[in-house]
């Protein structure tokens, strides 16, 4: 089960607001890297975003170039999962890789501010702060143990192969 406070970003939400080109020179210190993590969408959401906490969007999250950084610093910046409309496939692939859930749901109902509790076994979004209710449809097996193993590489070192 997952807690934490939405972060609610609107549609388009692009690599490059993710992880901010001008500070690629970082990429080898991803702790550094990711206090700048989504700066330009909002310069304020890495010093206010708590371990735990969740990026709610629009439509086409992660789109653009690969970056495969960028769910890594949003990982690294605390948050706990990604819940959008639409999510680019290469970001999708790029975050469940490194460990970070990725939930496509009908986010108009999520507020910014509002406290969520995630089942990523049911798939059910629950916001506390209004009593309601979302499904964003089941995590198929694999990739939750990927998930339990924050991400596909330790996943490969403990198992060494896909068990499906």
């Known amino acids: 089960m997952l807690r ?6 609107g549609d388009d939400i692009s690599t490059d607001l ?16 990711a206090k700048h993590v989504l700066e330009d969408a909002d310069p304020t959401f890495a010093s206010r975003v708590k371990r735990g906490d969740f ?6 999250f992660g789109l653009g170039s690969s970056r495969e950084h960028a769910p890594t610093i949003l990982k690294l910046a605390g948050v706990s999962a990604v819940l959008a409309k639409s999510v680019a496939r290469i970001f999708f692939r790029n975050a469940i890789n490194v460990g970070l859930p990725v939930l496509i ?6 507020n910014d501010g509002d406290e969520l509790e995630i089942d990523l076994a049911s798939g059910t ?4 702060t209004n009593n309601s209710k979302l499904t964003s449809g089941k ?19 403990k198992y060494g192969d896909f068990k499906v």
Do not use: H, W
Request: charged share 25%; aromatic share 8%.
């Open 139 to 157: 995590i198929p097996d694999v990739m939750l143990k990927i998930l339990s193993e924050g991400g596909l590489v330790p996943y490969i070192k």
């Open 55 to 60: 990026i709610v969007a629009g439509k086409n």
């Open 18 to 33: 993710i992880q901010p080109g001008r500070y690629n020179y970082l990429r080898s210190n991803l702790p550094e890297l």
């Open 125 to 128: 979004i629950s916001d506390l």
């Open 105 to 110: 749901c009908d986010t108009d109902k999520i």
């Open 4 to 9: 934490g406070k939405a972060f609610k970003f």
